[in-house]
């Protein structure tokens, strides 16, 4: 009868294989993509990939975007707050109705 630590094994070689693999056939295919670039005479603007020159623009309200508030809290797994307006994050509702003041996670 096969263990569990067999077939764990037996499937990270497995992925291990097709990672490489996947490798391989990537560099191969982009090996074929350049030659026929080279051959056909295009570049990456020909095909949309160079930047500034894609059909899609960002939307732009005119107005910059607001700058992301500093946080001024961190919670027990590393998480932070910043404290603003809005829900409050679980790890301070949590926090707060185990009896933790808010206080306790100021950084």
């Not at 056909?40 to 992301?68: Q, V």
Request: net charge positive; proline share 4%; aromatic share 6%.
């Amino acid at each position: 009868m096969t263990t569990y630590l067999e077939l764990r094994a037996r499937g990270e070689k497995l992925l291990a294989e097709a990672e490489d693999l996947r490798v391989k056939e990537l560099n191969d295919v982009i090996e074929d993509i350049k030659q026929k670039m080279k051959a056909y005479g295009l570049s990456a603007r020909d095909l949309g990939l160079a930047s500034g020159t894609g059909t899609r623009r960002k939307k732009s309200s005119g107005a910059p975007a607001k700058p992301k508030a500093k946080a001024r809290y961190r919670g027990p797994g590393g998480e932070t707050w910043s404290g603003g307006r809005g829900r409050k994050p679980r790890w301070v509702t949590e926090a707060l109705a185990k009896g933790k003041k808010i206080e306790d996670f100021a950084i």
